[in-house]
């Protein structure tokens, strides 16, 4: 065995250039196969698995998948509102444990701002036992930093949104018209950050909160709640009847059969609101219709594997005219004809195996890259460090891979003859 | 006591069209254990056949090639690997020493299939054959006479009962050549290793007070061969 090592070794660094680039092909390989699996399970558990803390979402009629997207990671427009009293009339139901408003039309460089009650801090868990937690809050400090004052224009921001946009403590700034950033469309009310929100690792990192009222009196702003628009005005209470909201996030008394009681309530007898319920079988189902996506990219990387099989293949394959010699001297010295396949095989899985773990750190960049990205776009947070099985079957498939493409060209070590490719008969 | 013994060799080849082209047909032949043999033969004479069949290369197609009490002619392709690796050293006409590897790699490759990888005796034999200052040096970096000196100690590595040399100085210089003789033949007589070297130089020849002719012993015409 040491022997045979010795010969890969040596065999390997005689070829040096084709070694390196041939374990980098099938690092690149399985890098990306492995990536490919662990995003998209990591992606699939953190969009329809992970805890939102909230049941469901109460909204505008229109898709369950646009109003989940738009509430809880705060992507896609809003397919509307819903008026104040529906807010109202679901928040007295029995059935329901916690009903908070979301009126959202805002944005501050691009992070989107969500006009609520402060209850999304006092009572919502956005994981099981966790609330948000205002960093450096101290309830005997009323200066320092907490929670917005609903009466005020108060702001409370995720820490992603701290981080990307300088945002603190004190900061004063101005929020922009519409979903999407455009510098012209600023609004002339300033608000005043009052608290940074602990990270969360979630969606709501990205998130701007102010006091819902904040955005009905936001200039330009137009509530349609009775069918005609009204703007509100400075000093004077708005009517409830115009009010509306963007959506209601629902945390339910009791198990499934009280959603789904309220589904047939709500969406099958009911006529204006929606209720996404519940929110992962809503998310699974923008899998479902991503799945073609998935697929390609599975099949791309299975043909970069194919490659880089076909790449050891050749590489080792190209060498064998000019190693004939160096076999058939292994040959004369006592090098049996199985020793001479075994150290071409051991060859091409040394080079699979050195790609393998290569690979690892390559998914690892992939892995990070990609939880940065998703990050920044969703707010949704990936571990590039969590187990996945792809972690070992991919080396262990490339490894067997690695030893078929060795067979060709073992064989034709096999097969050496060698009187003939030794020294010139005389 | 012989460590080889050869009785009624016979070796043919399959031309291209066809025919079978008889190259060897050697009655008798042996070497006593220690004992230093030049066999003589022209070129196409069957020398290099001869020295594969009795390294076990090659398989006769009749006769008995006993060597180290052995007969190769009975033994598997593995077994005569494995009898070759232990019982013979050769050294080439042209060293066939392996490019990518350095000069002490080269003498380990000698051992790997016999003894197993000893470097310290790896570097005994090179200090031996005066390389010393040279081990770790590839074999384009040598001197052809260094490279000669690095083929016998490869040769050596294994201590085989018998060492086989193809025209080993077939590419040297006379000076060189009768060097790299003299440490052969020290070198075997040192090892207790009898020593057949195949050559048709009159010179290298006149230096063994054993010399065979091939062309006598081998009932195959040489204009056949």
Same mark, same amino acid.
């Not at chain 1, 698995?49 to 990671?73: K, W, Y």
């Given at each position: 065995?040491?022997?045979?090592?010795?010969?890969?070794?040596?065999?390997?660094?005689?070829?040096?250039?084709?070694?390196?680039?041939?374990?980098?092909?099938?690092?690149?390989?399985?890098?990306?196969?492995?990536?490919?699996?662990?995003?998209?399970?990591?992606?699939?558990?953190?969009?329809?698995?992970?805890?939102?803390?909230?049941?469901?979402?109460?909204?505008?009629?229109?898709?369950?998948?646009?109003?989940?997207?738009?509430?809880?990671?705060?992507?896609?427009?809003?397919?509307?509102?819903?008026?104040?009293?529906?807010?109202?009339?679901?928040?007295?139901?029995?059935?329901?444990?916690?009903?908070?408003?979301?009126?959202?039309?805002?944005?501050?460089?691009?992070?989107?701002?969500?006009?609520?009650?402060?209850?999304?801090?006092?009572?919502?868990?956005?994981?099981?036992?966790?609330?948000?937690?205002?960093?450096?809050?101290?309830?005997?400090?009323?200066?320092?930093?907490?929670?917005?004052?609903?009466?005020?224009?108060?702001?409370?921001?995720?820490?992603?949104?701290?981080?990307?946009?300088?945002?603190?403590?004190?900061?004063?700034?101005?929020?922009?018209?519409?979903?999407?950033?455009?510098?012209?469309?600023?609004?002339?009310?300033?608000?005043?950050?009052?608290?940074?929100?602990?990270?969360?690792?979630?969606?709501?990192?990205?998130?701007?909160?102010?006091?819902?009222?904040?955005?009905?009196?936001?200039?330009?702003?137009?509530?349609?709640?009775?069918?005609?628009?009204?703007?509100?005005?400075?000093?004077?209470?708005?009517?409830?009847?115009?009010?509306?909201?963007?959506?209601?996030?629902?945390?339910?008394?009791?198990?499934?059969?009280?959603?789904?009681?309220?589904?047939?309530?709500?969406?099958?007898?009911?006529?204006?609101?929606?209720?996404?319920?519940?929110?992962?079988?809503?998310?699974?189902?923008?899998?479902?219709?991503?799945?073609?996506?998935?697929?390609?990219?599975?099949?791309?990387?299975?043909?970069?594997?194919?490659?880089?099989?076909?790449?050891?293949?050749?590489?080792?394959?190209?060498?064998?005219?000019?190693?004939?010699?160096?076999?058939?001297?292994?040959?004369?010295?006592?090098?049996?004809?199985?020793?001479?396949?075994?150290?071409?095989?051991?060859?091409?899985?040394?080079?699979?195996?050195?790609?393998?773990?290569?690979?690892?750190?390559?998914?690892?960049?992939?892995?990070?890259?990609?939880?940065?990205?998703?990050?920044?776009?969703?707010?949704?947070?990936?571990?590039?460090?969590?187990?996945?099985?792809?972690?070992?079957?991919?080396?262990?498939?490339?490894?067997?891979?690695?030893?078929?493409?060795?067979?060709?060209?073992?064989?034709?070590?096999?097969?050496?003859?060698?009187?003939?490719?030794?020294?010139?008969?005389? | 006591?012989?460590?080889?013994?050869?009785?009624?060799?016979?070796?043919?080849?399959?031309?291209?069209?066809?025919?079978?082209?008889?190259?060897?047909?050697?009655?008798?032949?042996?070497?006593?254990?220690?004992?230093?043999?030049?066999?003589?033969?022209?070129?196409?004479?069957?020398?290099?056949?001869?020295?594969?069949?009795?390294?076990?290369?090659?398989?006769?197609?009749?006769?008995?090639?006993?060597?180290?009490?052995?007969?190769?002619?009975?033994?598997?392709?593995?077994?005569?690997?494995?009898?070759?690796?232990?019982?013979?050293?050769?050294?080439?006409?042209?060293?066939?020493?392996?490019?990518?590897?350095?000069?002490?790699?080269?003498?380990?490759?000698?051992?790997?299939?016999?003894?197993? @990888?000893?470097?310290?005796?790896?570097? +005994?034999? #090179? $200090? *031996?054959?005066?390389?010393?200052?040279?081990?770790?040096?590839?074999? %384009?970096?040598?001197?052809?006479g260094?490279?000669q000196r690095?083929?016998?100690?490869?040769?050596?590595?294994?201590?085989?009962?018998?060492?086989?040399?193809?025209?080993?100085?077939?590419?040297l210089?006379?000076h060189h050549a009768n060097a790299a003789l003299d440490l052969?033949?020290?070198?075997?007589?040192?090892?207790?290793?009898?020593? @057949?070297?195949?050559?048709?130089?009159? +010179?290298? #020849? $006149? *230096?063994?007070?054993?010399?065979?002719?091939?062309?006598?012993?081998? %009932?195959?015409?040489?204009?056949?061969?």
């Open positions: 065995m040491r022997g045979l090592w010795f010969l890969v070794r040596r065999s390997l660094r005689q070829h040096i250039l084709s070694t390196v680039i041939t374990v980098l092909a099938v690092a690149l390989a399985s890098g990306l196969v492995m990536a490919v699996f662990s995003i998209n399970t990591q992606t699939h558990k953190a969009f329809t698995g992970g805890e939102t803390g909230f049941d469901a979402v109460l909204g505008a009629r229109g898709s369950p998948l646009q109003l989940v997207l738009n509430t809880i990671f705060h992507l896609e427009t809003s397919p509307g509102n819903i008026p104040w009293s529906l807010y109202q009339e679901i928040k007295r139901d029995p059935r329901v444990k916690l009903a908070i408003p979301y009126a959202v039309g805002d944005n501050y460089l691009g992070f989107r701002v969500v006009g609520t009650t402060p209850e999304i801090f006092t009572d919502f868990e956005y994981r099981k036992g966790t609330k948000f937690r205002v960093q450096g809050h101290d309830p005997a400090n009323p200066d320092g930093p907490r929670i917005f004052d609903p009466e005020l224009r108060e702001a409370v921001i995720g820490s992603y949104v701290a981080q990307k946009t300088g945002l603190r403590f004190g900061s004063v700034f101005s929020p922009y018209h519409g979903i999407d950033f455009r510098e012209k469309a600023q609004h002339g009310e300033q608000y005043v950050v009052v608290g940074v929100l602990e990270p969360t690792n979630s969606p709501s990192d990205r998130v701007i909160w102010i006091p819902i009222e904040g955005i009905y009196r936001m200039g330009g702003h137009y509530l349609r709640g009775a069918g005609e628009d009204y703007e509100a005005k400075p000093e004077e209470e708005i009517p409830d009847e115009h009010k509306e909201v963007s959506s209601v996030m629902l945390k339910f008394r009791g198990g499934k059969m009280v959603g789904m009681r309220l589904v047939e309530d709500i969406n099958t007898r009911g006529k204006v609101a929606t209720l996404a319920y519940p929110i992962g079988e809503v998310m699974a189902e923008l899998f479902q219709k991503l799945g073609w996506v998935t697929r390609i990219l599975t099949l791309v990387a299975y043909l970069v594997v194919a490659v880089a099989t076909g790449s050891i293949l050749a590489s080792i394959y190209n060498t064998m005219n000019e190693r004939r010699r160096e076999f058939a001297i292994l040959r004369a010295l006592g090098a049996r004809r199985a020793t001479v396949f075994s150290v071409i095989v051991a060859e091409a899985v040394s080079i699979a195996a050195l790609g393998s773990a290569l690979g690892i750190v390559v998914c690892g960049c992939i892995l990070w890259g990609a939880a940065v990205v998703v990050r920044a776009q969703t707010g949704v947070v990936l571990d590039p460090f969590t187990y996945h099985t792809a972690l070992v079957a991919t080396p262990a498939g490339m490894l067997l891979l690695g030893a078929l493409a060795g067979l060709l060209p073992a064989f034709k070590a096999y097969s050496t003859d060698v009187a003939e490719n030794l020294a010139p008969q005389s | 006591m012989p460590v080889l013994e050869v009785t009624n060799l016979k070796k043919s080849y399959v031309a291209p069209d066809g025919e079978r082209t008889p190259i060897l047909d050697l009655p008798q032949f042996s070497i006593d254990a220690g004992r230093q043999v030049a066999l003589r033969g022209a070129s196409g004479s069957g020398k290099t056949t001869f020295l594969n069949l009795v390294a076990g290369v090659l398989r006769a197609d009749e006769g008995r090639v006993v060597l180290a009490g052995l007969d190769l002619t009975v033994l598997s392709e593995a077994e005569r690997d494995r009898m070759r690796a232990r019982n013979v050293g050769y050294v080439f006409q042209t060293f066939n020493l392996l490019q990518g590897y350095t000069a002490l790699e080269n003498v380990l490759l000698g051992m790997m299939f016999g003894k197993g @990888l000893d470097r310290a005796a790896a570097e +005994a034999l #090179l $200090e *031996r054959v005066g390389l010393h200052d040279r081990m770790h040096y590839r074999p %384009r970096q040598l001197s052809v260094q490279q690095v083929a016998v100690a490869r040769a050596l590595a294994n201590d085989p009962g018998l060492v086989l040399a193809d025209e080993p100085t077939g590419n210089d006379v052969m033949c020290e070198a075997c007589a040192e090892n207790g290793a009898a020593l @057949l070297l195949v050559s048709h130089d009159t +010179a290298i #020849l $006149e *230096r063994f007070d054993d010399v065979r002719e091939l062309a006598e012993l081998n %009932r195959v015409g040489a204009e056949t061969a």
